[in-house]
């Protein structure tokens, strides 16, 4: 007599599962090292090339074609370079938004004085917001079961901001150009001097944004082994109170 068993079929696996169930096996000791180690955990040989730097143009562009390779490769760098640049052009992003929400621009008569002043504010917030970002989004990861460092928690936050920096260097000046002192007034109010332009110009500024967050969303995915909405989770809740605190802080003590 046999005893018959329903053969059970498993589901196929997701890009997130099938990663979370890769290893590297070393070629030494045999030791199951995970996916982005370079050296074996247990006999410390070579289990794939080392990265020692990164390549800012090289990284840029294959953040654009691939950010999951692009990750994986920031992750594995020996040397988390750039960063600081990048949350520089966080910092002018914050300032010049603020700015705007507040309308500064009724407060002032000369373009010139509040491009200063926005530069000014962008220094003074570009680090203390990047790394206070940086510790917050990495407790938040930890509470969501991630299991990376702290130093690759600023590596794809740093890296993540590539689009931030675009709008800045690109989007901004043509903003600046274009609409003026009234991009931050209400009398009259952008929307009455260009408003096609305005209309364009803020939803760039607004994919910016939400390609900067899914960056974030793919990069700590990779490097803390999480599920896909529990990042995004974890950077949108980082992203609104960094927002909130600068915007109380500015509307005390600025203007």
């Not at 068993?5 to 997701?14: A, T």
């Not at 979370?20 to 040989?45: F, K, P, Q, R």
């Not at 000014?120 to 917030?125: A, D, M, Q, S, T």
């Amino acid at each position: 007599m046999y005893l018959l068993i329903p053969e059970v079929k498993r589901r196929p696996l997701d890009d997130f599962e099938i990663r979370l169930e890769t290893m590297i096996y070393c070629s030494v000791c045999a030791h199951a090292n995970d996916d982005l180690d370079s050296i074996c955990a247990s006999c410390g040989s070579f289990i794939q090339d080392r990265i020692p730097n990164l390549d800012f143009f090289v990284t840029f562009w294959l953040l654009v074609e691939s950010p999951t390779d692009a990750f994986t490769t920031i992750v594995r760098a020996e040397h988390k370079n750039y960063v600081l640049v990048l949350m520089f052009f966080l910092g002018i992003a914050l300032a010049f938004s603020l700015l705007w929400v507040r309308h500064a621009g009724n407060e002032f008569d000369n373009l010139i004085y509040l491009i200063l002043l926005g530069c000014v504010l962008g220094v003074l917030l570009a680090y203390p917001s990047g790394m206070s970002s940086v510790c917050v989004l990495h407790l938040l990861v930890k509470l969501f079961g991630g299991k990376g460092s702290i130093q690759n928690t600023y590596a794809v936050f740093g890296w993540a901001l590539i689009p931030i920096m675009a709008t800045v260097c690109i989007v901004l000046p043509i903003e600046l150009a274009s609409i003026g002192l009234r991009l931050f007034s209400t009398n009259p109010s952008p929307w009455d001097v260009k408003p096609i332009v305005y209309f364009v110009l803020l939803t760039i500024d607004a994919i910016a944004v939400i390609w900067s967050v899914n960056l974030a969303r793919v990069g700590l995915s990779i490097a803390h082994k999480i599920s896909p909405w529990r990042s995004l989770g974890a950077v949108c809740l980082v992203w609104l109170a960094l927002s909130g605190a600068l915007y109380k802080l500015f509307a005390s003590f600025v203007i």
